[in-house]
């Protein structure tokens, strides 16, 4: 890790935008944003990536506008954005 000058930073406890996408797509890993999304949604791309791999938490504006995006209701959403203590993962 020193050799590659690679920096382990601290990621967030629950990755938001992973349970966003895993509501719509089978493998989230598998999705490209395009410029497109990123105006559409309203974040740039930094902020995207710090924000997909949980270096930075996401704010409740950049949550509503993904969850438009992607055409999951806002109950599903917030559902999602729940604590899950008894169901088995």
Request: proline share 2%.
């Amino acid at each position: 890790m020193h050799r590659k000058h690679i920096v382990v930073g601290q990621t967030v406890k629950r990755n938001l935008v992973q349970e966003i996408l895993r509501l719509k797509f089978r493998h989230p890993e598998n999705f490209m944003p395009n410029r497109a999304f990123y105006q559409e949604v309203g974040i740039n791309q930094m902020r995207w990536w710090d924000i997909f791999y949980g270096r930075k938490n996401i704010n409740q504006e950049e949550y509503i506008a993904l969850s438009k995006y992607f055409g999951i209701t806002l109950e599903e959403a917030f559902a999602a954005r729940q604590l899950c203590i008894f169901e088995e993962q």
